[in-house]
């Protein structure tokens, strides 16, 4: 599945970006396996990193 998110950061910046999201299938395909999320931050640069305060 292909997604736009739109984001709070730590830093309180909002951003906007893509992500794709893949998922396996049981055998039976009645549930989700697993699911790998494919991104990339490099375009958010530090503000994606910073620590939460009250994390």
Known sequence: MHFRYVWALASETVV?????DV???A???TRFTRMTIIYDTARL???FEAPRENA
């Open 16 to 20: 906007d970006f893509e992500c794709v």
């Open 23 to 25: 998922f396996e299938l």
């Open 45 to 47: 640069g530090d503000d």
């Open 27 to 29: 055998e039976d395909r």
